[in-house]
């Protein structure tokens, strides 16, 4: 997305589109995240969708976060 879209939400509704429709197929399943630790707005999405953090580890040269929420916390 351009920068000028930034914070507008954009993401966040796409992104709980994207899991409402999953949710519909599976939705016992649980549903990983995984960012970089340094990408604070990366981590303020995934809280704002109800992901928490269960662990950080090194991949691709810097420290990560796993997150996880169920699938069916984003069911209608």
């Given at each position: 997305?351009?920068?000028?879209?930034?914070g507008?939400?954009?993401?966040?509704?796409?992104?709980?589109?994207?899991?409402?429709?999953a949710?519909?197929?599976?939705?016992?399943?649980p549903?990983?995240?995984m960012?970089?630790?340094?990408?604070?707005?990366?981590?303020?999405?995934?809280?704002?969708?109800?992901?928490?953090?269960?662990?950080?580890?090194?991949?691709?040269g810097?420290?990560?976060?796993?997150?996880?929420?169920?699938?069916s916390?984003?069911r209608?």
């Open positions: 997305m351009r920068r000028s879209a930034w507008a939400g954009f993401a966040f509704e796409a992104a709980t589109a994207a899991l409402r429709a949710a519909d197929e599976l939705p016992d399943q549903v990983l995240l960012t970089q630790t340094a990408n604070k707005r990366s981590l303020k999405l995934a809280a704002r969708l109800g992901f928490r953090p269960i662990s950080t580890f090194e991949d691709y810097a420290e990560q976060t796993l997150c996880t929420a169920p699938l916390m984003f209608i």
